[in-house]
């Protein structure tokens, strides 16, 4: 017996100790399991106390009379699937008649606290199927990408949601998106992440940032074009424009509209054209677009009103043509302004990483998702990185991007320099690539100085 007793306290404490120090192990090893049994034997009673069960039908009542037996209870939602992930459970349930999925995402925090958990969220699959995402701890506390995502052109992981899915960036659904954030906030970082996952794949990036380049110029081997001042970024959303209207003219010649063409193979963007005639997309990333709308005198003034229409015209214009915006800033309101608000109801996605105020948030969520508002201003300033992302549909969710330090980003960007397309009407724009002089291998010291 003494030994059976070790063996458990042994157990005990490294589940203590993994709770503490991994949650993620813990999680993996003893938490699914604890959890999923904790679910299935408090699963009815938890259910008729957050009053999401039905009265039994009148069949049931009638039989019962009819046989003799003890009336049935209340019936709770019939469980399809419970499935363990790496960061929770995901449980997919069957509405009763008369129940909605309403019922069920007002009741997720009084979920999470009868099942013990750290979240729970839900969202209706279709008529009747709702499946509520738990996680069993907080994954946004130290974020962990998992080795294998759902992979797609255009479509890249940049984020984790605090229901543990991956938050994808995708391009093709949504061609355009404004990211907001405050000094230190993390904007910079989720920034990195979006070009380290863009430069294994086969796309331009051009990059805008006038804070001297100090953000994107250390990334400049994998660009194919930079500006780091308002002037330069002129005239390069001038040749971006002239590039959108040459993919343009190269759709119209390839559109296949003659009667004896099938449908599917009719061209209206670069992704119906075929893989030898097709363009190479680009993404176009300004960094802090305040720099960009700022004047101080006329000629300034022309200049900025030059930027801002180049802007929206690659906003309405530019999706067919494969040209994609990430607009990052402090703030983006009407302050900045003709043209800015014109601009920003282009951009369908969402982020908002810690602001300083509220005016700030409704900048980014007043238009699209309310509710987001709220959420964004309540990121607390030690979890940087944090942020609140939402699009035109209105939903909205809380997100982390992993930690990348500039050093790892440079080195991806390297490793993928020779994936960097060369357009012709950006050649002018390519940076200047400085000399690397190879770092010598250390030399070992002699036996005798070593001694």
């Keep these: 017996m003494t030994w059976l007793l070790a063996v458990v306290l ?10 503490w120090r991994r949650p993620a192990w813990y999680w993996l090893t003893f938490g699914v399991t604890l959890a999923a049994l904790r679910i299935l034997i408090h699963y009815g009673s938890v259910m008729d106390a957050c009053g999401l069960t039905v009265p039994p039908s009148r069949w049931r009542l009638r039989l019962a009379r009819m046989t003799n037996r003890d009336m049935p209870g209340p019936r709770a939602p019939r469980i399809l699937r419970l499935k363990p992930t790496r960061t929770g459970l995901v449980l997919r349930i069957k509405l009763r008649p008369g129940q909605d999925a309403f019922d069920v995402a007002a009741s997720t925090d009084r979920l999470r606290h009868s099942f013990a958990l ?53 391009y093709r659904a949504i061609p355009h998106a404004l990211t907001l954030g405050a000094t230190e906030s993390g904007k910079s970082v989720y920034l990195r992440n979006l070009v380290a996952e863009l430069a294994p794949r086969d796309v331009a990036l051009v990059g805008i940032d006038c804070k001297q380049g100090v953000e994107l110029f250390p990334l400049a081997r994998r660009f194919s074009a930079l500006a780091d001042n308002p002037d330069t970024a002129a005239e390069l959303l001038d040749a971006l424009v002239d590039h959108m209207e040459g993919v343009y ?50 000629i300034e003034e022309k200049r900025r009103d030059r930027i801002i229409t180049a802007l929206v015209r690659l906003a309405q214009l530019g999706r067919a043509a494969g040209v994609y915006l990430e607009i990052c800033g402090q703030r983006f309101g009407s302050e900045l302004g003709k043209g800015i608000t014109m601009l920003r109801a282009q951009l369908s996605g969402r982020t908002a990483h810690r602001v300083n105020d509220e005016s700030s948030a409704n900048m980014a969520f007043g238009d699209i998702a309310p509710d987001a508002v709220l959420a964004a201003i309540s990121i607390p300033a030690d979890m940087k990185g944090v942020a609140i992302s939402g699009d035109s549909t209105g939903g909205w969710s809380r997100i982390r991007a992993p930690h990348l330090s500039l050093r790892k980003a440079v080195n991806i960007c390297n490793r993928h320099a020779k994936r960097t397309p060369d357009l012709p009407e950006l050649a002018p724009f390519r940076p200047v690539l400085p000399h690397l002089k190879p770092i010598p291998a250390p030399t070992s010291k002699p036996a005798a100085a070593a001694a």
């Design 10 to 19: 042994l157990v005990v404490a490294t589940a203590l100790v993994l709770r």
């Design 118 to 170: 750290y979240g729970v969220s839900s969202r209706e699959l279709r008529s009747g199927v709702v499946e509520l995402r738990m996680t069993g701890y907080d994954v946004l506390k130290k974020v962990h990408m998992p080795a294998k995502t759902d992979l797609a052109p255009m479509r890249i992981p940049v984020a984790l949601r605090e229901d543990g899915a991956v938050h994808y960036r995708d």
């Design 249 to 298: 003219q190269t759709i119209r010649a390839h559109q296949g509209v003659a009667s004896g063409i099938p449908d599917a193979e009719i061209a209206a963007d670069i992704w119906d054209l075929p893989k030898d005639l097709r363009p190479v997309p680009i993404v176009v990333l300004v960094d802090e677009v305040a720099e960009l709308a700022l004047y101080a005198n006329k």
